[in-house]
């Protein structure tokens, strides 16, 4: 049984490890111990201590067991960083290595292990997961804690140089390989010095995705036949594009910085065959460490150029890490030391400032350590009392603000509720609340109180026919059944609901979505505009791009769906944040803007806000069914109610399809809806059929329209698209193959064409109407000379020739005409005025840029 003497250090957590072999105290020739001890340096004696160690027993009959190399890695399952050390066990010509962990309780956990013909000598590296790699043959090898089988790389390369992780790549090895030629370059014609510089090129290989990165942007091709160890220190994407920062050791006895493939710096080695570089990151400066195949070893510092900074001989090994506990890295350099078998008799700790600890050296002039730690703490401590007492006063200032924030709202629903109630509301003293006027306080101001008394008397006593609620799935459904005759005059109409309880800790404004449906009986056409969501203290506005819309705007316009009936302004909320408060009662506010319809001059609105009625809401009437929509099937038809119906469209979302057949008719679709969807006409509209089928299309409704017998449109009402998809699965398979089935994302071409009538109709008048008021303005100002003209009229020209008194009548009248002309040419128009006219201008453009673009879509 044959060991290896030579140990192995690890720097861990301002630890240093020491593994060893030995062989166990009996004389057992069967196993041997691989020990472990964890060190820790004293300031106060100035040498390392033993903290703890452990054991790991590995069988060894007739075997020579070896320690090849050891790292610190990322256990892929836990991500913690944890020790591990390579493992050699040789039997004759047989080859086993193995991997082991090394946890914080000292114990050792074997990863995995793998049997080779030869034994591994070039370039190994340990990387994240833990995974091993190595060179052989000029190929390359690696094998992984997961997949535990050695997997061999398509590339072939003469060296390893780095191996680790790349931003966007995964694990990246970076090596050198023989160079790839372009095929249109002759090779007989390359000079010497060519030759040199393309021998060989630099590259990297990324082992997750087995793809082969450029060297360029590591660095240039000239420098990769002299390349022999590199450090990654930085990489990044930026737009798509790597960009790395790396320093490399070359056989010329440099250390070069490259930065994006550019070199950056260079600097002159002081002994000759480095073969690896590491960072240091100290509290003076970033330094790399350089180690030489001869023992010896460097310290390079980054300031403005690179330069040797220090340099020792006869080094063991050069650790890295923060020893001291100061929160800074420092170097631990171990020398030979042949006289002394204690392998941490001779050592070194620095970091080439004011931190130099050296074995043997008597510290006069070092701070204890206990005052050193009291020091530190003492200002640690002051540190977090600054930083807590800025936190709590930001926390104050927060909440002062919220509580702000909370009373103008309250007071602002308690005002909009008094509005509508129309109750004089008076306003809290803004001193006893806190708060600075911006404007001087004035008391009962008049205007304001007057638009209030206009706003209200302008709207008649018997505006609304009914108030009505449904409870649809998690939806609470709240319609208002207005008038014709108030409907007609109002534009942008929508519903707001407001609790009426005080509670003051949330806003009383409950966030909804309004919806105007009319829903005529006689011909049952539906048009559903959805409003805008905004965020709960601004009301909800209606969509200005529907027909509705339009047709509201112009009332005295026919078109192809009669205005029959009444409207209904539906709001649709979520029902269970309502349920927390087992029983609420809520206002409903109808918010407009009422529109004034004048001969040959521009519409005018206000925006008005009225009170519609209360609602009443509790979680017994809820549990009862009392709300509930009910859609029975009786006879042929469903028997729901109106408020039913357009409880289930405003909770819904409406779907149109164009369907189209070119060999034969859409029969098959009535068949369809009737037969395999268990499909009933309602009793109020029958050309609306509501869906029976269980499951989940179960209250969908349809409408289908046929245009002739090969063309005709299906709207589809359902609840989400999974709906729609399962209806439109079921529809395929009962069409013929050539049928074809088209989205309509904004109606027939037929409506849009006659909302682009209304539409330009509205911009000619909204021109005119600018026109003329302009002309009237030019006409008012040049009556003068209307006046001063009429003698002169109707007067022959003739006449006014033949006499010098005519002739100088004449030059009057030219002269009157001419400045007539220039004052129509220079008429001005005042500020305001013109700034209204191109503002109802450009909307009534966009209004009609709006539907060109929906016809176009279409």
Not at 183 to 196: C, K, L
Not at 701 to 711: D, G, M, R
Request: glycine share 4%; net charge neutral.
């Amino acid at each position: 049984m044959l060991l290896s003497e030579q140990d192995q250090f690890l720097s861990y957590n301002g630890e240093l490890l020491v593994f060893q072999l030995s062989k166990p105290e009996e004389a057992d020739d069967k196993t041997i111990n691989l020990c472990v001890r964890r060190m820790a340096f004293n300031r106060d004696t100035k040498l390392f201590v033993q903290k703890s160690s452990g054991v790991f027993s590995i069988e060894a009959t007739h075997s020579k067991i070896e320690m090849i190399c050891c790292s610190c890695t990322t256990d892929s399952r836990t991500g913690i960083i944890l020790p591990c050390i390579l493992m050699k066990k040789k039997k004759r010509n047989n080859v086993k290595y193995f991997l082991l962990l090394l946890h914080s309780t000292n114990q050792f956990e074997p990863s995995f292990y793998f049997r080779l013909d030869y034994e591994l000598k070039e370039d190994i590296r340990l990387f994240a997961g833990p995974s091993l790699l190595w060179r052989h043959a000029n190929k390359l090898f690696y094998i992984s804690s997961n997949t535990c089988v050695v997997q061999s790389a398509p590339v072939q390369l003469s060296s390893v140089v780095w191996a680790g992780e790349i931003v966007g790549e995964g694990t990246v090895v970076l090596g050198v390989r023989t160079a790839c030629l372009p095929e249109t370059e002759n090779p007989e014609g390359f000079s010497v010095s060519d030759r040199a510089i393309w021998g060989s090129e630099f590259f990297g290989y990324t082992i997750q995705t087995q793809k082969t990165l450029t060297g360029t942007c590591f660095m240039p091709h000239a420098y990769s036949r002299v390349v022999s160890s590199v450090y990654v220190c930085k990489s990044e994407r930026l737009k798509q594009q790597l960009r790395i920062s790396l320093v490399a050791v070359t056989h010329k006895n440099q250390l070069v910085w490259f930065q994006n493939g550019a070199l950056k710096g260079v600097c002159e080695l002081p002994y000759e065959k480095p073969c690896s570089v590491k960072p240091a990151l100290t509290s003076n400066d970033l330094l790399f460490v350089v180690s030489f195949a001869s023992g010896n070893s460097c310290v390079v510092q980054r300031r403005d150029s690179l330069q040797v900074a220090s340099k020792w001989q006869k080094v063991k090994c050069v650790l890295v890490d923060d020893f001291i506990s100061s929160g800074s890295e420092q170097l631990l350099l171990l020398f030979d030391d042949d006289s002394n078998t204690d392998v941490l008799s001779t050592f070194k700790i620095t970091d080439l400032g004011e931190v130099n600890y050296a074995s043997g050296i008597n510290y006069k002039h070092d701070v204890p350590a206990a005052e050193g730690l009291q020091e530190n703490g003492l200002l640690t401590v002051r540190a977090l009392e600054t930083r807590l007492q800025a936190g709590w006063t930001s926390v104050r200032e927060l909440q002062q603000h919220l509580g702000i924030q909370r009373r103008v709202i309250l007071e602002s629903c308690r005002a909009l509720i008094d509005l509508v109630e129309e109750r004089t509301h008076i306003l809290p003293n803004s001193k006893e609340e806190g708060l600075v006027s911006l404007w001087d306080d004035v008391e009962n101001p008049p205007d304001s109180l007057s638009k209030v008394t206009s706003l209200v008397s302008e709207v008649p006593e018997r505006f609304t026919e009914e108030l009505w609620q449904r409870v649809v799935d998690d939806s609470l459904v709240v319609g208002v059944k207005l008038t014709e005759s108030f409907y007609s005059s109002l534009s942008d109409v929508s519903l707001s609901l407001v609790m009426d309880q005080d509670f003051s800790s949330i806003s009383p404004i409950i966030k909804c979505q309004s919806k105007i449906i009319k829903l005529n009986k006689a011909f049952s056409a539906l048009a559903v505009s959805s409003s805008q969501i905004e965020p709960p203290p601004k009301k909800m506005k209606s969509d200005l791009h529907s027909k509705n819309d339009l047709k509201k705007e112009f009332p005295m316009r026919s078109s192809r769906i009669q205005l029959d009936g009444a409207k209904t302004v539906t709001a649709v909320t979520s029902l269970s944040p309502l349920l927390a408060f087992h029983r609420v009662c809520c206002l409903v506010l109808l918010h407009a803007s009422k529109q004034n319809h004048q001969n040959d001059s521009l519409q005018q609105s206000k925006k008005i806000a009225v009170f519609c009625g209360k609602i009443l809401l509790s979680l017994e009437d809820i549990s009862s069914g009392r709300y509930s929509v009910k859609m029975l099937r009786e006879s042929s038809y469903c028997t729901g109610s109106m408020e039913d119906i357009l409880a289930v469209l405003a909770v819904s979302v409406r779907f149109s399809f164009q369907i189209v057949s070119c060999d034969c008719t859409l029969t098959p679709i009535s068949s369809w809806l009737l037969g395999e969807m268990e499909c009933t006409p309602f009793k109020e509209c029958q050309d609306n059929v509501f869906c029976h089928k269980a499951g989940n299309v179960h209250g969908t409704i349809f409408n289908w329209s046929l245009k002739n017998p090969f063309e005709g449109l299906l709207t589809i009402y359902c609840r989400n698209l999974t709906v729609l998809f399962q209806c439109l699965h079921s529809l395929t398979r009962a069409l013929p193959p050539s049928c074809s089935v088209k989205l309509l994302r904004s109606g027939t071409k037929g409506v849009i064409i006659e909302q682009l009538t209304l539409a330009l109709e509205k911009e000619m008048l909204t021109l005119k109407n600018s026109l003329l008021r302009k002309e009237t303005k030019a006409e008012n100002c040049l009556t003068w000379g209307n006046e001063s003209g009429k003698k002169i009229d109707n007067a022959p020209l003739d006449s006014l020739l033949d006499t010098e008194e005519g002739v100088q009548q004449f030059r009057k009248k030219l002269q009157n005409e001419r400045e007539e002309s220039v004052q129509s040419m220079n008429q001005t128009m005042n500020g305001a005025l013109y700034q209204k006219i191109a503002l109802k201008i450009a909307e009534a453009q966009l209004s009609s840029d709006m539907i060109v673009w929906r016809l176009a879509k279409s």
